[in-house]
């Protein structure tokens, strides 16, 4: 792994309470399975099952990201941005994350991702780029809806995640360039 803290992807935010952040599909410190990486390695860009708990009173809403800090940018890759999940909503079923799911609960706000596509794209590091963390982070928002557009990126809700978090949780699986390129 690289340097950032692989334990703490927002220890540079302000603390917040910890969610715990569950899947049935992932193991946290564990590699991505192939379903859920890029087509263009075995893949589907199947988003996995993911479940959370624990919290704070005043959560109005939740937001999911999903990136990866070892890509070769300089500031990551966002692979899944979801905002305005309805309180009552604890977990996202596998597959919620293709374009118009079914099972993505009204009012969610999918953004573009680093590709422009609304929707959860798989993993596929690039070659030579070594071992790669994706991070599945769950926020608890103290609001219903964070009034941004649609067509924004995912830099732009997490701005608005850092004002806004009540508490937060991650799942972080990882896939090792070397085995897939």
Same mark, same amino acid.
């Given at each position: 792994m690289n340097d950032l803290n692989p334990d703490d992807p927002y220890a540079a #935010?302000?603390?917040?309470?910890a969610l715990a952040v569950t899947s049935a599909d992932l193991e946290h410190g564990g590699e991505v399975p192939v379903p859920f990486r890029d087509p263009e390695i075995g893949g589907t860009h199947l988003s996995p099952q993911l479940a959370w708990a624990? +919290?704070?009173?005043?959560t109005k809403s939740y937001a999911i990201t999903c990136y990866d800090p070892d890509a070769p940018t300089g500031i990551g890759f966002m692979h899944w941005a979801v905002a305005n999940i309805p309180?009552? %909503?604890?977990?996202? +079923?596998?597959? +919620?994350?293709?374009?118009?799911? *079914?099972? @993505?609960?009204?009012g969610a706000l999918t953004l573009p991702n680093d %590709?422009? @596509?609304?929707? =959860?794209v798989g993993p596929n590091p690039p070659p030579g780029t070594g071992r790669h963390r994706y991070v599945f982070i769950v926020h608890a928002v103290d609001v219903p809806v964070l009034e941004i557009?649609? *067509?924004? &990126?995912? &830099? %732009?809700l997490g701005f608005n995640? /850092? =004002? /806004? &978090?009540? +508490?937060?949780? /991650?799942? &972080?699986? #990882? %896939? *090792?360039?070397a085995e897939v390129n």
């Open positions: #935010w302000t603390p917040a309470p624990g +919290a704070p009173e005043g309180a009552e %909503v604890t977990s996202l +079923a596998q597959g +919620a994350g293709a374009e118009g799911a *079914d099972s @993505m609960p009204g %590709v422009r @596509m609304r929707q =959860f557009p649609e *067509d924004l &990126t995912p &830099t %732009v995640l /850092h =004002f /806004h &978090t009540l +508490a937060r949780g /991650h799942l &972080t699986a #990882w %896939v *090792d360039s």
